[in-house]
């Protein structure tokens, strides 16, 4: 027989080529199996992405850039109940860096603040309760929401060492809502005077508000005189006998003796001086646009010379001749808008632009003005209509953020001086926004005083940006403040 043939032989070569790389191949995937790189991936460590591009057709809004997927249910979805033990408690609305404290009425608003203020969560014997203030006021101020050059008048009482917030009463009793939050502060009493519980002014002394003072066991004295001047005089004497018994002067703590003074003719000017002299010992007194009450004087003459005169608004507010008479009992400023190199003639006086000039204002003689020119502060804001909401947020520059009076003369939007100003005072970071320093603004009153858009757009300029970014114009460090 002939033996194989070469093709015969090609063949088998062939076959045992194949099987070696089969063996080969066979041992590669062994070796990279038992790697563990051969593993396919599986639900426990990857997922998957869809992405769906045809939207679905929202249903019909009255106003689809306010609700583009649909307006949202007419309800609140839950409520939020009060803390167990303060059922009068009454939630508010705030954002990122603002707080509403809501308040459809005087009653309601002055309520909202000292509730913000003092939690009363401690029974009155706690340690230091009747100490540093921690969480009940040592007595109150009772105004009625009727008479705004009262109202302003009373608010020196409210600082220490009487700690005495502005509560809202009628002329004839105490609203339930009022008595209810008197009974829930539940004051320690002002040591320093007679631990007297309540200062009733002006139109709050009557019958029907002492004899409900009188049946919760209050102890109260009542404040009066036959006008305002006289009023002011009588505040001021009572106030500073009890901060300074020495002299019977409100005294700052460098000796200085401060004097807030407004036009009775316009009285909002000095709306601004409520939240200052709830921060400060001053004293608060009137003038006439052209004339100064005897009782002004007077109360100026205690001062032996040492006042320190802030006018409140232009000379259309107090002339001229009314600033050179006060300078008999003292040095006066204005607190003013004007300026002599950035004004040709002297600019509009406003409420809304005095209240701005008070925030940035600093002398130091007389420790006056908040100095802020920067960020890192608290601000209240009210309609400039709304004074009771101005007198009875009084307590937020007295305590907490210290936040001085800006005001609005729109309840749909920020004049454009208050808004530059917010955007001025913005917080901005270097290095990483933990940094700080945050703004707070107190919004007062009801959404037909400020409405929530505005409160929005408050939030917004006030929010911390970067400062790095190229179009970040506005804003500042906490240092930017004057010292």
């Known amino acids: 027989m002939a033996g194989p043939g070469p093709a015969r032989h090609g063949r088998q070569t062939g076959i045992k080529v194949a099987a070696a790389v089969l063996i080969l191949a066979g041992f590669v995937l062994i070796v990279l199996a038992a790697a563990g790189l051969l593993r396919r991936p599986g639900p426990s460590t990857v997922g998957h992405v869809r992405l769906e591009t045809a939207a679905t057709v929202a249903p019909a809004s009255p106003d689809a850039q306010m609700d583009p997927f649909g307006a949202p249910g007419a309800k609140p979805d839950y409520s939020v109940p009060p803390p167990p033990g303060q059922p009068t408690l009454v939630p508010t609305i705030g954002t990122k860096t603002t707080q509403r404290l809501f308040g459809a009425d005087p009653f309601q608003e002055a309520v909202s603040v000292t509730q913000h203020v003092w939690p009363a969560a ?175 004087i007077s109360a100026l003459k205690r001062r032996h010379g040492q006042a320190r005169i802030y006018l409140f608004g232009g000379p259309q507010q107090i002339s001229g001749a009314v600033a050179d008479q006060l300078a008999r009992y003292g040095t006066v400023m204005r607190v003013s808008n004007d300026d002599i190199v950035a004004f040709n003639a002297p600019p509009k006086e406003t409420p809304v632009d005095t209240a701005l000039a008070f925030a940035k204002m600093w002398d130091p003689a007389g420790e006056v003005g908040w100095k802020i020119t920067g960020p890192g502060h608290g601000f209240t804001l009210v309609n400039q209509r709304d004074w009771q909401a101005a007198v009875a947020s009084a307590p937020l520059s007295h305590l907490g953020f210290h936040a001085p009076l800006l005001m609005t003369d729109s309840a749909t939007r920020l004049p454009p001086q208050v808004d530059a100003y917010y955007r001025s005072v913005a917080p901005t970071y270097l290095t990483s926004p933990a940094d700080g320093p945050y703004n707070m603004s107190y919004v007062i009153g009801g959404w037909n005083q400020i409405g929530w858009p505005v409160q929005a757009h408050v939030d917004y300029i006030s929010e911390m940006v970067n400062r790095r970014v190229w179009n970040t114009a506005t804003g500042g460090r906490y240092t930017d403040s004057q010292p």
Do not use: C
């Not at 105490?174 to 009733?200: C, Q, W």
């Not at 006008?227 to 020495?246: K, M």
């Not at 003719?265 to 002299?277: F, I, K, M, N, R």
């Open 122 to 296: 401690l029974p009155e014997n706690a340690p230091n309760e009747n100490d540093n203030d921690p969480d009940r006021p040592w007595g109150v101020t009772l105004v009625t929401p009727d008479d705004p050059l009262t109202a302003i008048t009373a608010v020196p009482l409210l600082h220490f060492p009487d700690d005495a917030p502005i509560l809202y009463v009628t002329r004839n009793g105490i609203p339930r809502i009022t008595a209810n939050e008197i009974k829930r502060l539940g004051d320690t009493g002002m040591s320093r005077y007679h631990n007297v519980d309540a200062f009733l002014v002006g139109a709050a002394a009557n019958p029907g508000v002492e004899h409900g003072l009188r049946a919760m066991g209050l102890k109260y004295v009542t404040v009066t005189a036959p006008n305002v001047p006289a009023l002011a005089n009588t505040v001021d004497q009572l106030y500073g006998r009890i901060e300074n018994p020495d002299t019977g002067v409100p005294t700052m703590d460098n000796g200085a003796q401060d004097v807030m003074v407004g036009s009775m003719q316009s009285y909002d000017y000095l709306l601004p001086a409520t939240h200052w002299v709830a921060h400060m010992a001053s004293g608060l007194l009137w003038v006439n646009a052209g004339s100064v009450p005897q009782a002004t």
